[in-house]
């Protein structure tokens, strides 16, 4: 039993210790990517663009595409995935 747990634990504790480099990263693409139009905060800009800080849809919204009337109605294609998550983790951040 100890012996399956450890692989577990090991791979847990790696996984968590890569958050604060995907939200590293995740700033600078946020930065780049999504303050023009969300603000530096994620705080939104009233009406071309939604707060997003805190929010847990991003990651949904950049890869399956938004609303109907949504600017991200189509998922955006040019971020990878590891990009992707990296916003998603980052704006989580935000408050």
Do not use: N, W, Y
């Not at 039993?1 to 577990?8: E, F, G, N, S, V």
């Not at 849809?57 to 950049?62: I, R």
């Amino acid at each position: 039993m100890k012996l399956r747990i450890a692989p577990l634990l090991v791979v847990s504790i790696s996984m968590l210790s890569s958050l604060p480099v995907l939200a590293q990263d995740g700033a600078a693409l946020f930065k780049t990517k999504c303050a023009m139009c969300h603000g530096d905060q994620g705080q939104g800009k009233s009406p071309m663009a939604p707060k997003i800080a805190g929010s847990a849809k991003v990651e949904a919204v950049l890869t399956k595409g938004g609303e109907a009337k949504a600017p991200h109605i189509k998922p955006m294609s040019a971020l990878t995935a590891d990009q992707v998550s990296s916003l998603a983790a980052f704006v989580k951040t935000l408050k």
